[in-house]
């Protein structure tokens, strides 16, 4: 220990008066005698000297020792440190995902977090959107802080006309009425949300505006009487319009009178007129097929969104889209197809409006049973057989249009070969935007995806918040080939394989070993060569489910096809990270299936409460939704002055789509 003793030296030399009571202490001891019994009163602190003296020469003697067992403590408390901290995410994983599969769980995990009360601002608090300090998803550390701006009255910003069109082609007219327009306003209401899910920047969609109720629909008849030629819903105030157009942020009111028009004659006269824009190479046309049913109850806003779909898409376009509406004949008995009086009479006696009498295309499922005759219906056997719920479709014909969405659109395909693109859109679907807006970027940005690596790319949600750039979240991709995407859908594209997804099994005439991917939600872009690839499988006896059908068959035949990822918000304030890990899961697609009642606090999905409940909000249409439906509380439960709009009508930023929005009337 000498080397340790000479060291302490140099670091810490003695004191120079401890040295002299050191030495003063040995003079001491050498006077006293060894052998005297005689005895003596103890030195004051000799005890106290005596003990340190033993502790230091104990210290001396086992410095060693104690270097070690202090380094074997260390080790330990940091072994045990990391193993606590390595395994605390795994647990806090393992008690996500199981709250994540467990719908009661879930949902009184959901009914913590607060709601988001800023979807419901109005008017009246407008602020720009660069400056828009936002309620939810939270901003990332590192962003730049926004100063938070004062919302103002609506009356330092005037509407204005939101007209994305190109210029290109005959302009096409309504009957002899005023061209209707949408309105947009410039900024946001303060606190506006962002999605949470997709990103309309990524798309292209502008979200730099907001569209409330009067902007984006009035011009299609709501807010006036039927008296006026419109549809006698959310009907203004007498005198709102013109006040609000005198305070300057309102327009001049011009009814449109849509009483007697003819959707089906605007839309030929517009094609007729702009027939050379298209075909032989030059630009291709695309439809999009409406879905209803015989029977179905027009409410004022299905009108409404119909006469939109129509005149941004067809009219508007100077022929670009053409709409149509597949009609289901739920009569299966019924042949209409057999004589132009039975047909004209199923049309009249549809419930379908007059209107769009000119765009109908009548179907039903004794016409699919025909024309794919040899696809096999073991529906009848199992009937009244006793099912696991996976396997509970089978009770279904194959040919019901629960299972076999697509069919209609095939047979509509193969005689209209004109169209190099449909959509199939339906009726409870709403977008709160422009739909040419909407539709135009969907095609740009799809366009614009590498094919390499498209299927990997799509089968995730996007949540900016974790993933951050577009482009960080799909990482090193191949440059764009510029090639037009055969299916466009808007929802991931899943393989439901190893999901539990209940219609995973329903692929009547292929193996159970057959690759497959599923979109759900059937609203979708097809091109017409997958039209006709699945046209021929059906043909050959070989279908799928509705929602798995377009994907499969696209993987199976090497297309190109694209998950588009459109805004989606959400009702409370999900944390981001459990909410990325709730949709993409342990596994991609894990999500589809037992954990579906997830979605029902969003903007779209088959299941979204909330979404037709912040529709009708926006709308003006009833009272809005409680518990799970969108009501932010108390006063924004309201009606009229008492809707919950003393700060201004609802203005939603960019434009959403929503789905299912029911109980519209």
């Known amino acids: 220990m000498g080397w340790y003793k000479n060291l302490q030296n140099r670091l810490h030399p003695p004191h120079p008066a401890r040295t002299r009571y050191d030495s003063e202490r040995a003079l001491l001891s050498s006077h006293a005698s060894p ?64 709250a994540a599969a467990d719908a009661a769980t879930a949902a009184a995990m959901r009914a913590r977090w607060p709601k988001l009360q800023r979807y419901y601002a109005g008017l009246y608090e407008l602020v720009p959107a660069a400056a828009n300090v936002r309620e939810y998803p939270p901003r990332p550390p590192t962003t730049t802080p926004v100063p938070a701006a004062e919302g103002h009255m609506a009356g330092q910003q005037r509407a204005r006309v939101f007209d994305p069109y190109p210029r290109e082609g005959v302009e096409c007219g309504f009957g002899g009425r005023r061209a209707p327009v949408v309105r947009a306003y410039d900024g946001v209401p303060r606190g506006m949300p962002d999605a949470v899910i997709g990103s309309a920047k990524e798309l292209g969609l502008d979200e730099s505006v907001c569209f409330e109720r009067y902007g984006r629909l009035g011009d299609y008849g709501l807010g006036y009487a039927a008296a006026d030629g419109g549809l006698g819903a959310a009907v203004r105030k007498p005198g709102e319009a013109a006040a609000e157009a005198a305070n300057g942020w309102g327009w001049e009111e011009e009814k449109i009178d849509w009483r007697g028009m003819d959707w089906g004659k605007a839309q030929e006269e517009c094609v007729a007129s702009n027939a050379d824009r298209f075909g032989d190479g030059k630009r291709p046309r695309t439809a999009v097929l409406l879905r209803t049913w015989t029977g179905y109850d027009y409410t004022p806003d299905d009108i409404a969104n119909m006469r939109a779909l129509v005149s941004e898409l067809s009219i508007h376009t100077r022929g670009e889209y053409n709409v149509h509406i597949l009609v289901h004949v739920k009569n299966a008995s019924l042949p209409f197809w057999t004589s132009p009086e039975l047909h004209a009479h199923t049309l009249a006696t549809s419930n379908l409006p007059p209107e769009f009498h000119g765009l109908a295309w009548l179907w039903s499922e004794t016409q699919m049973r025909s024309l794919y005759a040899a696809i096999p219906d073991d529906s009848a056997r199992y009937k009244h057989a006793t099912l696991a719920a996976e396997y509970g479709f089978q009770r279904m014909p194959v040919h019901e249009v629960y299972r076999s969405t697509f069919m209609p659109v095939q047979a509509w395909s193969q005689s209209h070969p004109e169209f190099e693109y449909v959509w199939n859109w339906e009726m409870d679907i709403r977008y709160t935007g422009h739909l040419y807006h909407l539709f135009n970027r969907l095609d740009t940005w799809s366009t614009r995806q590498p094919t390499s690596g498209a299927w990997e790319r799509a089968a995730r949600f996007y949540v900016p918040s974790i993933h951050g750039a577009y482009s960080e979240f799909v990482g090193n991709t191949t440059d764009s080939d510029n090639a037009p995407a055969d299916l466009i859908t808007l929802n991931p594209l899943f393989d439901p394989t190893n999901t539990t997804w209940i219609l995973r099994h329903d692929h009547p005439g292929f193996p159970p070993s057959t690759p497959r991917r599923a979109a759900v939600i059937t609203a979708s872009r097809l091109s017409r060569r997958l039209l006709t690839a699945m046209h021929a499988e059906n043909t050959q006896g070989r279908t799928m489910f509705s929602e798995m059908w377009p994907a499969s068959a696209a993987l199976h035949a090497g297309m190109k096809a694209v998950y588009a990822p459109h805004p989606v918000f959400v009702d409370r304030r999900w944390p981001v990270a459990w909410l990325e890990r709730t949709f993409n899961g342990v596994a991609k697609g894990a999500v589809f299936g037992v954990r579906e009642h997830n979605f029902e606090g969003s903007s779209w999905y088959y299941n979204a409460r909330w979404a037709g409940g912040v529709y009708r909000r926006w709308a003006g249409i009833g009272e809005g939704g409680g518990e799970g439906e969108g009501g932010a509380e108390g006063e924004e439960r309201e009606r009229g002055e008492e809707r919950g709009e003393k700060r201004g009508r609802m203005c939603l930023r960019g434009g959403w789509l929503v789905h299912p929005v029911k109980d519209t009337r």
């Open 35 to 98: 052998t005297s019994t005689t005895p003596r009163s103890p030195t004051p602190g000799a005890h106290t000297l005596s003990t340190s003296v033993a502790l230091h020469r104990l210290l001396h003697r086992h410095f060693r020792t104690l270097l070690l067992l202090l380094f074997l403590a260390t080790t330990c408390i940091l072994y045990t440190s990391l193993t606590a901290m390595s395994a605390a995410p795994s647990q806090l994983l393992a008690t996500h995902d199981a």
